[in-house]
């Protein structure tokens, strides 16, 4: 019987790495907060993994040698970005509201120390389940 990770670990990889993604994106938005008209960008979590689901399903690409790319991960590390509409906008165009993009930080941080630990634990029972035969 064949075991395939991608299917062991499910969608855990990917939504790991939208976390990350996410993540630096929020840090940039906190960095600039004294920047004379920057947008604060910000992308769906949800919306980006169902998309990433969904290319799983419709396009799965061949490949005839292990060292292919597929467009599965490009995808999860480039979501589309919107921009943030601000409260209370700022006299020198900056969208960035510093508690919003702290409580969004750490939010994210928090989903993404959950998803690490399903995925340990995902691991863990993997080990287990092979070590017993």
Do not use: W
Request: proline content about 5%; charged content about 20%.
């Amino acid at each position: 019987m064949s075991l395939s990770l991608d299917k062991a670990l499910g969608v855990l990889p990917s939504a790991m790495l939208i976390k990350a993604h996410r993540a630096e994106l929020l840090a940039s938005n906190l960095a600039n907060v004294d920047t004379p008209n920057y947008k604060a960008r910000d992308f769906s979590f949800t919306q980006v993994l169902q998309e990433l689901q969904g290319y799983s399903d419709e396009l799965k690409l061949v490949t005839t040698a292990p060292s292919h790319l597929t467009n599965k991960i490009n995808k999860a590390i480039q979501p589309h970005l919107l921009y943030r509409i601000p409260a209370q906008p700022a006299l020198d165009g900056n969208t960035v509201d510093p508690q919003l993009e702290r409580a969004a930080f750490a939010e994210n941080t928090t989903h993404y120390q959950s998803t690490l630990e399903f995925l340990d634990r995902r691991v863990a029972s993997l080990r287990k389940a092979m070590s017993k035969e």
